[in-house]
C-alpha cells in the first residue's frame, strides 16, 4: 500500500524514528515461541491526534504532579520478534534507543529509565542479556497474572474486542461488564493453559496441555519443509485433511455411526490413513499434512477446553494467543471441537459461549491500537 507516496515500510520506519524521542511506555512478553513488545508512541502537537483520548498524565501513568509529558494521543505499537532470534529485538531497541527514552514524561534517573517491565519465562531466561547488551533492568511480571489482567482490561474497555467465530462467520460481541466472570481463559502460545478467571485477580491455572502452538510449527516444520509459521498457515489453507485422517465413514464403510452421534465426516483418527496407506511422507502433499496437524492440534485444544469448562461449570470460554492470529480455519476447528463436544455431550451443555480475542487494532486492523 501507498500513503501519500511512501510505502508502509517507510512509513512505518519513519513513524518510529519520528516517536524514538516520545516513548513513553515500553513492555516486553519474553515467550517460549516469540517476543512480544508493546511501546507507547505519542503524536507530535498540532497532529490530527491531538483529541487522543490519552491525556498527558493518564498515557504516562504520572501522579507525582509533574505535567512535563507532551503526549496527547499516539498509537500503541506491537512488534514482534522470534525468541530463538533475540538479538534481532536486542539490536532493534538498541537502534531506536528505547533505553534514552522517557525523559520528558518521567524525569528518571537514568537507572530508573533502564527498567522495562517484562513477562514470559524469557524475562527471567535472558535478563542477563538485556542487562550486558543495552544496560536493562526487566522487572520481571508474572505471566499468568499479566494474562488475565490483560484479558480483563480488554474485555472491560475495548468494545470489539472478542468474538465468536463459527461458519466462516465472525461475530464481535458485547461483553455485560457485570456478566464477565467466571469465564475460562485458553492461552494458546507455545503450550497452552487453561485459567479459570473469577475476577480481577482471581484465578486459578486448572489445566493445561503441552499440545499447542510450538506442536503445530515444530511438527510442522519438520513434515512440511515450510520455513516460517505464515507459509505453513497459509499451506494449511489449501490442503485437504481427509487424505490422511482416518474418518468414521472409513472405518464405517462411508455410514454415520449414529447410535453413539458420530457422523461418517467426523475424524475418527487424525493421521490415521497414513498407517494403512503405504506411501512414505514425500507422497503427501505437503498443505494436506499441515492441514491434518491443524486440525488434530486445535480439535484436542478445544475439547481439552470443553471439558475444562464443564468441569468448572463455565459457561464462556475466551480464546487467546498468537497460535490463533485470527486465522479462520483455526478458529473455526476450535469452534466447531467445542461444539461438538457440547452436542456430544451425554449431559445438556454448559458452555454457551465460545469467544476468541483478537490481537489486533479494532479500528484499523493492524498491528497497532490506535487512540485519537
Ligand atoms: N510468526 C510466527 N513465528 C512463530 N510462531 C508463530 C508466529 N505466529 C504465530 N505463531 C504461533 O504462535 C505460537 C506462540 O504463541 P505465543 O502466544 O506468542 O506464545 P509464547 O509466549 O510461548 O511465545 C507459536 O508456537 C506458533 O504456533
Ligand atoms: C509453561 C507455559 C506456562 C509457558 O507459557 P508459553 O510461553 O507457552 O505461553 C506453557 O507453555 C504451558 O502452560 N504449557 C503446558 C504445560 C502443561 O500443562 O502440560
Known amino acids: 500500500m501507498d500513503r501519500n507516496g511512501v510505502t508502509e515500510g517507510e512509513f512505518e520506519e519513519r513513524g518510529m524514528n519520528k516517536c524514538a524521542e516520545q516513548v513513553s511506555h515500553l513492555a516486553l512478553d519474553i515467550g517460549g515461541s516469540l517476543i512480544k513488545m508493546v511501546y507507547f508512541c505519542g503524536e507530535n502537537s498540532g497532529s490530527e491526534h491531538q483529541q487522543g483520548?490519552?491525556?498527558?498524565?493518564?498515557?504516562?501513568?504520572?501522579?507525582?504532579?509533574?505535567?512535563?509529558?507532551?503526549?496527547?494521543?499516539?498509537?500503541?505499537?506491537?512488534?514482534?520478534?522470534?525468541?530463538?532470534?533475540?538479538?534481532?529485538?536486542?539490536?532493534?531497541?538498541?537502534?531506536?534507543?528505547?533505553?534514552?527514552?522517557?525523559?520528558?514524561?518521567?524525569?528518571?534517573?537514568?537507572?530508573?529509565?533502564?527498567?522495562?517491565?517484562?513477562?514470559?519465562?524469557?524475562?527471567?531466561?535472558?535478563?542477563?542479556?538485556?542487562?550486558?547488551?543495552?544496560?536493562?533492568?526487566?522487572d520481571k511480571v508474572d505471566e499468568m497474572n499479566s494474562l488475565v489482567a490483560g484479558a480483563n482490561f480488554l474485555l472491560k474497555a475495548a468494545s470489539h474486542e472478542a468474538y465468536t467465530y463459527m461458519d466462516g462467520q465472525k461475530e464481535y460481541v458485547q461483553i455485560d461488564q457485570n456478566d464477565l466472570y467466571p469465564y475460562l481463559l485458553v492461552n494458546i502460545g507455545s503450550g497452552v493453559s487453561m485459567i479459570k478467571v473469577d475476577g480481577d485477580g482471581k484465578f486459578e491455572r486448572v489445566s493445561g496441555t503441552s499440545v499447542g502452538g510450538g506442536t503445530f510449527w515444530g511438527l510442522g516444520k519438520l513434515l512440511t519443509k515450510c520455513k516460517s509459521f505464515d507459509e505453513l498457515l497459509e499451506l494449511s489453507y489449501s490442503g485437504n485433511?481427509?487424505?490422511?485422517?482416518?474418518?468414521?465413514?472409513?472405518?464405517?464403510?462411508?455410514?454415520?455411526?449414529?447410535?453413539?452421534?458420530?457422523?461418517?465426516?467426523?475424524?475418527?483418527?487424525?493421521?490415521?490413513?497414513?498407517?494403512?496407506?503405504?506411501?512414505?511422507?514425500?507422497?503427501?502433499?505437503?498443505?494436506?499434512v499441515a492441514r491434518s496437524l491443524l486440525r488434530m492440534i486445535s480439535n484436542n485444544i478445544g475439547q481439552i477446553a470443553y471439558l475444562n469448562a464443564l468441569r468448572f461449570g463455565l459457561k464462556r470460554i475466551f480464546f487467546g494467543g498468537f497460535f490463533i492470529r485470527g486465522h479462520a480455519y483455526t478458529m473455526d476447528t476450535i469452534s466447531v471441537a467445542v461444539n461438538f463436544c457440547c452436542c456430544n455431550a451425554a449431559r445438556s451443555s454448559v458452555v454457551r459461549e465460545v469467544f476468541i480475542v483478537s490481537h489486533e487494532c479494532t479500528s484499523c486492523r493492524s498491528n497497532h491500537y490506535c487512540f485519537s
Not at 64 to 79: A, D, I, P, Q, Y
Not at 129 to 136: Q, T, V
Not at 267 to 274: D, R, T
Not at 275 to 286: C, G, I, W
Open 53 to 138: 483520548i490519552l491525556s498527558s498524565k493518564e498515557s504516562c501513568g504520572l501522579s507525582n504532579g509533574n505535567t512535563n509529558c507532551s503526549v496527547l494521543g499516539g498509537k500503541l505499537h506491537f512488534r514482534k520478534f522470534e525468541t530463538s532470534k533475540i538479538n534481532e529485538c536486542l539490536e532493534f531497541m538498541s537502534s531506536k534507543q528505547f533505553h534514552r527514552n522517557g525523559e520528558d514524561c518521567h524525569g528518571a534517573s537514568v537507572s530508573e529509565k533502564n527498567i522495562i517491565k517484562a513477562t514470559g519465562g524469557g524475562a527471567f531466561k535472558f535478563a542477563d542479556l538485556f542487562k550486558e547488551k543495552l544496560g536493562m533492568t526487566l
Open 241 to 288: 485433511n481427509r487424505v490422511i485422517d482416518m474418518l468414521v465413514g472409513d472405518i464405517y464403510g462411508g455410514m454415520d455411526y449414529s447410535k453413539i452421534g458420530l457422523s461418517s465426516t467426523a475424524i475418527a483418527s487424525s493421521f490415521g490413513k497414513a498407517v494403512s496407506e503405504d506411501k512414505d511422507l514425500e507422497e503427501y502433499k505437503p498443505e494436506d
